[in-house]
């Protein structure tokens, strides 16, 4: 009964639309006549302009045909590899006859130099290649077509990652191709353990999906239910992966993202080795990582390439920069309008003093400040960037300014508010600053209706509403709750890399140890003062 | 199988009835600039004939509904006025420094604190907020009549905090809200800083409102005040301790006897310093205490609870008034110690004298009976009165012991 | 049934978070009523009494390791015996709900929220509480867990800031006055760890049941120990004649003490909005308790369907105390009976199970599934 109507829906598919011609096509071959198959194409394809049916002669005798997306394709590769060795006979077979059904077997062994190329009679996959960007070419007298993939689209160069920028560590960012992303993976993880698998998703753009963990590493099972809950997304677009994301985490409506994403290869690797699957989507910079649990959202790459204790102080100031950026205006409200006995005595009638001619309550004036904020975050990211920088500085300092003079709030609030949006910022993860920065609102209001009974009621809900997240099954806080020793060096500090000898055992690797502990030490008690002053012989003479 | 549809529609309705209550909320929002902050409230006894005209029958209606027929009270409050106290250190030459334009000071009377401060709220605009109260002030007048009114209030009152000052003033103590002190900004906020530096500088003990009311509570212990008076330049000194039977004042000390207390209690840090007349008049110096330590032993003796106390002083000597007398040579240091031990003990008996008279244990003594002689406590003693009456037949040894440690900068 | 996950710690720290709650604020007054400067000690033997009561419990509860409380008991005594037993534990735990609602909705409106009406207060909780029933027992765990912590610190911390204060004279002499009225306030102190019969439906969902003795008494003794350090430290500072003046003599502790640099001038409202999490886990435990007895009685694989009906009950038995001397006359005679249900009827159960020698399967290996 709980399933209810769930299997019917999940039976019939959506529509298909125009596709059906290819559905339609789907069992009819092509045949020998090159003119039915190009009678085909053209029906289907012929009315864009940038489809190019070019006819020429193979070895000046057979009628041929090659049919290519003139814009997605690289020129120079059909015009010398595939074009003139059809069109030139190779010197060795100069003179001879080649029989019609010699004809393709010759083809392919000697005269073409394209080294992928495969042979295909269906109609329908003829048309999916092409629109791929593929190339055919079609001998008259053969039952089959050659198939290149000649693919070669313009694409931007691999910059630094514009959200995950570092100081110290690697300096490539993902680009739009899939096959250059996968590329980056690679060359940092040269392992014959990872796998990448791949599927087409979305009827109608059939982006390909990557996923990738490395065997014997990650748990079977994860990547079993990464494959499950993909396949049965069905939708007719993928656009990025984002939308991946939306079908396959947890809870749908928790503003809690439970999916990590990035677009950093580095981060990327370093997630597969932890145990961790990744999903890649052609035409998307960012890759995501499943599961996520919450810490991941206030670590960084760099975190791990420079030295432990300053990194770990970092990220302490990150994590209380997290928390100001969720409680701190809920509190002020709750101390102005509820308790202001909390405060010491002169600054309370300071503070009171402030607010004298501000016409609001603190709740309705911190929500009017905290929303034009938002406004004016969310303008300076549409403006254009000459413009938006301008914009962000400028215009928060005058903006505020003029609302204090102009009595519109007392100087206390802008101060809050502005630590606050800073502290917002100071969250690497773009997804989670936004959750923390939406829950701050209710939190406001709690606090104008309660005080700070209001407030620790509001972050108990959302405390208990963590605790019941979860991605993959795996809690959506641990390590710290269920407490877990080994997870707990890589929570709140950043232990040194070889304390966390163990990956994550939320996770449930398969191979549990990364560090040779053993191996440290032996390094440890073996170094020497190679460099030792009183060994210098330069000096000793003197 | 049907859905039933009409169950998320119930379950909305039952949302919506539980949300609606919140949306009529915000019951006990009131910003911090809409409430009256009292800094502090000084209370006066009147007498009734005089009060009697200026009173506003808000609690009650003369005939109707009886007042209780206790004397009546003048109640003074201390409102900080927002806006006249500048947000963060100076604001150019804008504050003027005058301290009697940042706070406002109405008074009113009443037959007791809560009437006075219901006719207090029919005049003000604002809420009265007393969270920040710091300091309160009665009258030796009122605390002579007794503070029980006072001491219930403000202890049923959940904003007050248990940190403020009550403290006793000689003469009327209006006078104390009145006052612009020029060090502070805000002339509660000097009255306390005065007494909490007195700590630190050992020159008074700890005894907040919290701690006073701890005292009076006990059974083996009495509580006490500190006693302020106005001096000039509208500054606040403190005179000595205000000491109590139950919560009535029965006398006063004299300011060096704080010092003496504090000896007894062994509080540090110390911070009095004394005259030493060696052999002549002319030949005094000056010690300065700096930390204290004693121990109260007891026993029974013939039913009569017998104390001894060990008082042990470090000094260091501050000062001498003319060249005679030579400070380089211990022999010197220790007939100075030898004097002044000889003049303490003395004095702290003359003290413990003085309370005994009125019964008014400041020491706690009687706690130290009730701890660690509860068979006796239990047989002769039980009660706070009990203990008042046993209180003047104890006996009291002191001694005491001085180190002069230090002698300053100059080596003689 | 649910998978076997809790660990011992997290065991331990339902136990604690259950047990500390909004009894903390009045319990130096209890303790003080009972034996004047020996409050300490008559905490120590109330918290004594309890531990017996919960090992009793546990030793129960290992007995039958795949059975609650409910199910068990009926095995031992009988369907129909056990039944009227476990509605009286049901109807035990509501009330218990709704009390401690009450009472901190009480504290709520007297001290910070002075003139919210108590029934906003109290519905709060409830709902706080009834909202996270909704999840498994896993999930249970996870919270008690997680908010274990934020009931240490402000405890340790007020008790470390008091210190200043402290006068060790006001606790002497250890033992007390009047020793008849000691057993009076054991009792009383005792009656405050009635929660710690959550634990029957925790050693079901146990990783390891055996280990839940070691859970028990370490959940019970950190519990006890922050008992007797409010105490102590209550009565170290304001001296036993103060703190019968005081109703919430904790509450005022908090306002007592200040954070060093004044930081924050008074502790007191801001210990109260830290302690909503304290009294929280409590509600919550009972809560759970309540719903989840209801479901096994009835036989359902679920819980959740009661969370929300169980509400307004629970919220118009909160109502009904008229005023707050009533209801804490209430919540002492309500303890005194929790006695019974929640000690001396499973120590009857445990002592038939013995003699007639019944006893549950040791947990088999098929339930321990380390993927689920």
Known sequence: MPTRGNKKKQAMPIKKGPSQTLEKLKDRKITADIDKTIAFIDEILGVNVDLTIRKFHVFGQYDAVIIYFCNMVNPNVINLDILKPLMYMPPHLQGKHIPIDQLKDVLHNDALYHSDCKYESYLSMLIESILRGGT????????????????????????????????????E????????????????????????????????????????????????ELVKEVNARLSKIDIDGIL????????????????????????????????????????????????????TVFSQFYQTIEDYTERFLLMSSIRLARLIALMFSLIFPAIYVSIISFNPELIPTEFAVAVAGGRAGVPFPAVVEVLIIEISMEILREATIRLPQQVGGALSIVGVLVIGQAAVSAGFSSPITIVIIALTTIGSFATPAYNAALALRLLRFPLIIMAGIFGLYGVMIGLILIANHLLSLKSFGVPYLSPLVPAEFQGMKDLLIRGPLWWMNKRPSFLQPVDTDRVNKQSFEELEASTTNALDPKNDKNQQGG | MRIKWWIPIVKAICCLCLVVPF?????????????????????????????????????????????????????????????????????????????????????????????AFMNLQQQVSSKLFFGHLRVIVVSEKLARRGLENVNDYFRRNPEVRRMAWLMVAKGNAIKFMTATPQLERVPALYLMSTLDEGIRMGKFPKDYIGIFWSNVSKKGQEGFLPYVEMKKEQNVGIIGLAYFNDAKMVGATKPLEIAGYLGVKGVNPAGYRVYI???????????????????????????????????????????????????????????????????????????????????????????????????????????????????????????????????????? | MESRQITVIQAAAILVSTIIGVGVLALPLFAVQAADSGAPLVTMLGVLLAVIGL?????????????????????????????????????????????????????????????????????????????????????????????????????????????????????????????????????????????????TAVIPAMKKPSKAMKASLWGILIAGGLYVIIVAAAVSVFGSEEIKQLLWPTLELAKATSLPANILERLDAAFLAVWVTAVFTTLFSSYYLTIYFISHLFRLREHKQFSYFLLP????????????????????????????????????????????????????????????
């Open chain 1, 136 to 171: 055919l070419v079609a001998v008259d007298g053969l039952e089959e077509v050659f198939l290149f993939e000649t693919r070669s689209i313009d694409k931007r160069s691999i910059d630094q990652p514009a959200t995950e920028q570092v100081i110290r560590g690697p300096r």
């Open chain 1, 173 to 220: 960012g993902f680009i739009e191709p899939l096959g250059t992303n996968i590329s980056l993976i690679r060359y940092r993880l040269q392992s014959p353990d990872l796998r990448i698998e791949t599927m087409e998703l979305g009827l109608r753009t059939k982006s390909k999906v990557a996923v990738c963990y490395m065997e014997g590493l990650t748990n079977p």
């Open chain 1, 240 to 291: 990025d992966s984002g939308y991946i994301e939306q079908f396959i985490e947890d809870n749908h409506y928790s503003p809690f993202p439970q999916v990590q994403y990035t677009e950093r290869p580095d981060k990327v690797v370093a997630n597969l080795l932890e145990g961790r699957v990744s999903i890649l989507v052609d035409g998307s910079p960012l890759a995501l990582l499943v599961p």
């Open chain 2, 23 to 115: 949306l009529t909320g915000c019951w006990d929002r009131l910003e911090i600039e809409e409430r009256a902050v009292v800094l502090g409230v000084s209370i006066d006894a009147v007498s009734s004939d005089d009060a009697n005209e200026e009173e506003d029958e808000v609690s009650h209606i003369s005939g109707s509904i009886p007042a209780p027929s206790k004397g009546m009270v003048r109640v003074a409050v201390q409102i900080a006025l927002p806006g006249r106290i500048p947000l963060g250190p100076g604001e150019g030459g804008g504050g003027k420094g005058s301290a009697g334009e940042t706070v406002w000071v109405i008074d009113v009377v009443g037959h007791s604190i809560d009437d």
């Open chain 2, 277 to 412: 007349q060696l052999d002549g008049a002319q030949e005094s110096v000056m010690t300065n205490a700096t930390h204290r330590r004693s121990k109260i032993k007891v026993s029974i003796i013939d039913n009569v609870p017998q104390f001894t106390i060990d008082i042990a002083i470090e000094l260091n000597l501050e000062a001498k008034l003319n060249e005679n007398v030579k400070i380089n040579d211990p022999r010197i240091l220790q007939s100075i110690e030898k004097k002044q031990e000889g003049l303490s003990v003395l004095f702290y008996s003359n003290l413990i004298k003085k309370t005994q008279v009125k019964g008014a244990d400041i020491f706690g003594f009687g706690e130290y009976v009730r701890a660690f002689k509860p068979q006796f406590w239990h047989a002769h003693v039980k009660t706070a009165e009990g203990w008042r009456s046993m209180y003047k037949e104890s006996k009291f040894e002191v001694k005491v012991s001085l180190k002069i440690r230090r002698i300053g900068m100059k080596a003689q």
């Open chain 3, 55 to 199: 090992v009793l419990v546990t030793l129960l509860s290992m007995r039958f390791p795949n059975h609650t409380f409910i199910q068990y008991s009926e095995l031992i005594i009988g369907k129909s015996l056990a039944r009227i037993g476990s509605v009286l534990i049901i109807i035990f735990f509501s009330i218990l709900t709704s009390l401690t609602a009450r009472e901190f909705g009480e504290v709520v409106v007297t001290s910070v929220l002075r003139s919210t009406p108590v029934e906003v207060t109290v519905i709060v909780m409830l709902l706080l509480a009834a909202i996270s029933t909704r999840n498994n027992i896993i999930t249970f765990a996870y919270i008690h867990t997680f908010y274990f912590p934020l009931l240490l610190v402000p405890v340790l911390l007020i008790a470390a800031l008091s210190l200043k204060n402290a006068e060790v004279i006001n606790l002497l002499p250890v033992w007390g006055t009047d020793p008849k009225k000691m057993l009076k306030g054991m009792l009383t102190i005792a009656a405050l760890f009635q929660g710690t019969f959550v634990l």
């Open chain 3, 313 to 372: 009950f629970v919220f118009v038995t909160a109502m009904l105390p008229q005023n707050i001397v009533q209801m804490y006359e209430i919540i002492e005679s309500v303890g005194r009976i929790g006695l019974y249900i929640t000690i001396v009827y499973p120590t009857l159960l445990l002592f038939i199970s013995i003699l007639r020698k019944k006893r549950g399967n040791p947990i088999a290996n098929q339930m321990v599934d380390p993927n689920r």
